[in-house]
Protein backbone atom coordinates (compact mmCIF):
# COMPACT_ATOMS: atom_id res chain seq x y z
CA UNK A 1 0.00 0.00 0.00
CA UNK A 2 2.88 2.47 0.85
CA UNK A 3 4.44 1.79 -2.21
CA UNK A 4 1.26 2.17 -4.14
CA UNK A 5 1.02 5.56 -2.39
CA UNK A 6 4.86 6.45 -3.48
CA UNK A 7 4.08 5.70 -6.76
CA UNK A 8 1.02 7.57 -6.99
CA UNK A 9 2.30 10.39 -5.56
CA UNK A 10 5.17 10.51 -7.78
CA UNK A 11 3.13 10.26 -10.85
CA UNK A 12 1.17 13.29 -9.79
CA UNK A 13 4.27 15.43 -9.08
CA UNK A 14 5.33 14.15 -12.56
CA UNK A 15 1.93 15.45 -14.41
CA UNK A 16 1.90 18.68 -12.03
CA UNK A 17 5.28 19.68 -12.81
CA UNK A 18 5.07 19.22 -16.62
CA UNK A 19 1.60 21.05 -16.19
CA UNK A 20 3.37 23.99 -14.65
CA UNK A 21 6.10 24.04 -17.40
CA UNK A 22 3.50 24.07 -20.33
CA UNK A 23 2.01 26.94 -18.76
CA UNK A 24 5.16 28.70 -18.19
CA UNK A 25 5.93 28.19 -21.45
CA UNK A 26 2.86 29.50 -22.94
CA UNK A 27 3.32 32.95 -20.75
CA UNK A 28 6.32 33.68 -23.33
CA UNK A 29 4.89 32.43 -26.11
CA UNK A 30 2.92 35.50 -26.89
CA UNK A 31 3.93 37.43 -30.43
CA UNK A 32 4.92 40.88 -29.16
CA UNK A 33 5.64 43.82 -31.33
CA UNK A 34 6.94 46.83 -30.46
CA UNK A 35 6.36 50.18 -32.87
CA UNK A 36 7.01 53.22 -32.24
CA UNK A 37 7.08 57.01 -33.97
CA UNK A 38 9.91 59.49 -32.22
CA UNK A 39 10.48 63.04 -33.48
CA UNK A 40 13.70 63.75 -31.60
CA UNK A 41 14.83 59.90 -30.47
CA UNK A 42 13.64 59.67 -26.45
CA UNK A 43 10.96 57.14 -27.61
CA UNK A 44 13.06 55.68 -29.83
CA UNK A 45 15.15 54.85 -26.77
CA UNK A 46 12.72 53.75 -24.46
CA UNK A 47 10.69 51.91 -26.98
CA UNK A 48 14.46 50.16 -27.92
CA UNK A 49 14.85 49.09 -24.04
CA UNK A 50 11.42 48.36 -24.05
CA UNK A 51 11.51 45.46 -27.26
CA UNK A 52 14.81 44.07 -25.49
CA UNK A 53 13.44 43.82 -22.18
CA UNK A 54 10.35 41.86 -23.70
CA UNK A 55 12.02 39.75 -26.69
CA UNK A 56 10.27 41.54 -29.24
CA UNK A 57 10.15 42.73 -32.75
CA UNK A 58 10.59 46.47 -33.04
CA UNK A 59 8.78 48.54 -35.92
CA UNK A 60 9.51 52.48 -36.22
CA UNK A 61 6.60 54.47 -37.63
CA UNK A 62 8.85 56.57 -40.12
CA UNK A 63 6.82 59.51 -41.26
CA UNK A 64 6.81 59.81 -45.35
CA UNK A 65 7.85 63.14 -44.79
CA UNK A 66 10.35 63.75 -42.15
CA UNK A 67 9.66 66.41 -39.33
CA UNK A 68 11.59 69.12 -39.63
CA UNK A 69 12.62 71.63 -36.39
CA UNK A 70 10.62 74.40 -37.72
CA UNK A 71 7.73 71.36 -38.10
CA UNK A 72 7.52 70.55 -34.37
CA UNK A 73 7.66 74.16 -33.23
CA UNK A 74 4.95 74.05 -30.68
CA UNK A 75 4.98 77.39 -30.85
CA UNK A 76 4.06 78.37 -33.77
CA UNK A 77 0.60 77.69 -34.93
CA UNK A 78 1.00 77.41 -38.30
CA UNK A 79 4.15 75.08 -37.72
CA UNK A 80 3.50 71.52 -39.62
CA UNK A 81 2.64 69.79 -36.05
CA UNK A 82 0.41 72.66 -34.92
CA UNK A 83 -1.74 72.43 -38.08
CA UNK A 84 -1.96 68.29 -37.82
CA UNK A 85 -2.92 68.09 -34.34
CA UNK A 86 -5.38 70.83 -34.45
CA UNK A 87 -7.49 68.65 -37.28
CA UNK A 88 -8.90 65.61 -35.63
CA UNK A 89 -8.91 64.00 -38.89
CA UNK A 90 -5.36 64.77 -40.11
CA UNK A 91 -3.37 61.48 -41.15
CA UNK A 92 0.06 61.87 -41.90
CA UNK A 93 1.72 59.11 -44.11
CA UNK A 94 3.85 56.11 -42.43
CA UNK A 95 6.65 55.30 -44.87
CA UNK A 96 6.63 51.70 -44.50
CA UNK A 97 4.21 48.68 -42.98
CA UNK A 98 4.26 46.31 -41.03
CA UNK A 99 5.39 42.86 -42.43
CA UNK A 100 2.60 40.83 -41.02
CA UNK A 101 1.06 42.47 -38.42
CA UNK A 102 -1.58 39.20 -38.24
CA UNK A 103 1.12 37.35 -36.24
CA UNK A 104 1.54 39.84 -33.24
CA UNK A 105 -0.76 39.10 -29.66
CA UNK A 106 0.65 41.97 -28.26
CA UNK A 107 1.46 45.21 -29.73
CA UNK A 108 2.88 48.45 -27.88
CA UNK A 109 2.63 51.41 -29.50
CA UNK A 110 5.16 54.34 -28.27
CA UNK A 111 4.97 58.05 -29.07
CA UNK A 112 5.93 61.54 -27.98
CA UNK A 113 2.92 63.46 -26.33
CA UNK A 114 1.94 66.13 -28.39
CA UNK A 115 -0.80 68.43 -27.61
CA UNK A 116 -1.82 66.14 -24.48
CA UNK A 117 -2.36 63.02 -26.64
CA UNK A 118 -0.81 60.87 -29.50
CA UNK A 119 0.51 62.24 -32.64
CA UNK A 120 -2.02 61.87 -35.55
CA UNK A 121 0.83 59.88 -37.31
CA UNK A 122 -0.02 57.43 -34.97
CA UNK A 123 -3.94 57.61 -35.85
CA UNK A 124 -2.85 56.93 -39.04
CA UNK A 125 -1.16 53.83 -37.55
CA UNK A 126 -4.31 52.59 -35.81
CA UNK A 127 -6.32 52.71 -38.79
CA UNK A 128 -3.67 50.66 -41.21
CA UNK A 129 -4.28 47.42 -39.11
CA UNK A 130 -6.64 44.51 -38.67
CA UNK A 131 -6.16 44.70 -34.76
CA UNK A 132 -8.80 42.09 -34.10
CA UNK A 133 -8.07 39.90 -31.27
CA UNK A 134 -5.15 42.24 -30.43
CA UNK A 135 -4.29 43.82 -27.14
CA UNK A 136 -2.96 47.27 -28.05
CA UNK A 137 -0.60 48.97 -25.25
CA UNK A 138 0.62 52.79 -25.77
CA UNK A 139 3.37 54.36 -23.91
CA UNK A 140 4.59 57.50 -24.49
CA UNK A 141 7.74 60.18 -23.40
CA UNK A 142 6.68 63.98 -22.86
CA UNK A 143 8.23 66.97 -21.54
CA UNK A 144 5.61 66.16 -18.38
CA UNK A 145 2.12 65.45 -19.45
CA UNK A 146 0.43 62.38 -18.98
CA UNK A 147 -1.12 59.97 -21.50
CA UNK A 148 -4.59 62.21 -21.96
CA UNK A 149 -6.71 60.29 -24.10
CA UNK A 150 -4.71 58.96 -26.28
CA UNK A 151 -5.70 55.32 -24.93
CA UNK A 152 -9.31 56.15 -25.98
CA UNK A 153 -8.70 58.08 -28.82
CA UNK A 154 -6.74 55.05 -30.37
CA UNK A 155 -9.32 52.78 -29.50
CA UNK A 156 -11.81 54.52 -31.26
CA UNK A 157 -9.67 54.08 -34.01
CA UNK A 158 -9.38 50.43 -34.06
CA UNK A 159 -12.63 49.38 -32.47
CA UNK A 160 -12.19 45.66 -33.15
CA UNK A 161 -8.18 45.98 -30.92
CA UNK A 162 -8.45 45.89 -26.93
CA UNK A 163 -6.82 49.21 -26.52
CA UNK A 164 -5.38 49.98 -23.18
CA UNK A 165 -4.62 53.38 -21.54
CA UNK A 166 -0.89 52.56 -21.12
CA UNK A 167 1.96 54.51 -19.54
CA UNK A 168 3.85 57.72 -19.73
CA UNK A 169 7.66 56.76 -18.92
CA UNK A 170 10.50 59.19 -18.35
CA UNK A 171 13.20 59.18 -20.99
CA UNK A 172 15.42 57.40 -18.85
CA UNK A 173 13.33 54.95 -17.90
CA UNK A 174 15.05 51.66 -17.33
CA UNK A 175 15.19 47.98 -19.05
CA UNK A 176 13.64 46.35 -15.69
CA UNK A 177 11.09 49.33 -15.00
CA UNK A 178 9.52 48.80 -18.41
CA UNK A 179 9.90 45.06 -18.32
CA UNK A 180 8.04 44.58 -14.90
CA UNK A 181 5.09 46.80 -16.57
CA UNK A 182 5.38 45.05 -19.38
CA UNK A 183 5.05 41.92 -18.25
CA UNK A 184 1.38 42.27 -17.05
CA UNK A 185 -0.11 41.49 -21.07
CA UNK A 186 2.55 38.83 -21.60
CA UNK A 187 0.64 36.57 -19.19
C1 LIG B 1 4.53 69.50 -31.29
C2 LIG B 1 4.88 69.06 -29.91
C3 LIG B 1 3.91 69.07 -28.92
C4 LIG B 1 4.23 68.65 -27.61
N1 LIG B 1 3.24 68.65 -26.66
C5 LIG B 1 3.54 68.23 -25.40
C6 LIG B 1 2.53 68.18 -24.40
O1 LIG B 1 1.34 68.47 -24.62
N2 LIG B 1 2.91 67.82 -23.13
C7 LIG B 1 4.20 67.48 -22.82
O2 LIG B 1 4.47 67.17 -21.68
N3 LIG B 1 5.16 67.50 -23.76
C8 LIG B 1 4.86 67.84 -25.04
N4 LIG B 1 5.85 67.85 -26.00
C9 LIG B 1 7.20 67.34 -25.65
C10 LIG B 1 7.43 65.89 -26.11
O3 LIG B 1 6.34 65.05 -25.72
C11 LIG B 1 8.71 65.31 -25.50
O4 LIG B 1 9.79 66.13 -25.77
C12 LIG B 1 8.95 63.88 -26.01
O5 LIG B 1 9.74 63.18 -25.06
C13 LIG B 1 9.66 63.86 -27.34
O6 LIG B 1 9.78 62.53 -27.78
P1 LIG B 1 10.56 62.12 -29.12
O7 LIG B 1 12.00 62.57 -28.92
O8 LIG B 1 10.45 60.64 -29.16
O9 LIG B 1 9.93 62.80 -30.27
C14 LIG B 1 5.55 68.24 -27.30
C15 LIG B 1 6.53 68.25 -28.30
C16 LIG B 1 6.20 68.65 -29.60
C17 LIG B 1 7.25 68.62 -30.67
Known sequence: MKKLI??????????????????EG?????????????????????AKRLATAVNADLFEIKPQQ????ADLDWRDKKSRSSIE???ASSRPAIADKVEDMS??????VGFPIWW????????TFMESYDFSGK?????????????????????SLAPQAKVLSGKRFSADASEAELKTWADEWLK
Open 6 to 23: SVLTLILTVFTTSNAKAE
Open 26 to 46: KMTDKNVLVAYFSATGTTAGV
Open 66 to 69: VYTE
Open 85 to 87: MAD
Open 103 to 108: KYDVVF
Open 116 to 123: YREPSIID
Open 135 to 155: TVVPFATSGSSGMGKSGEIMQ
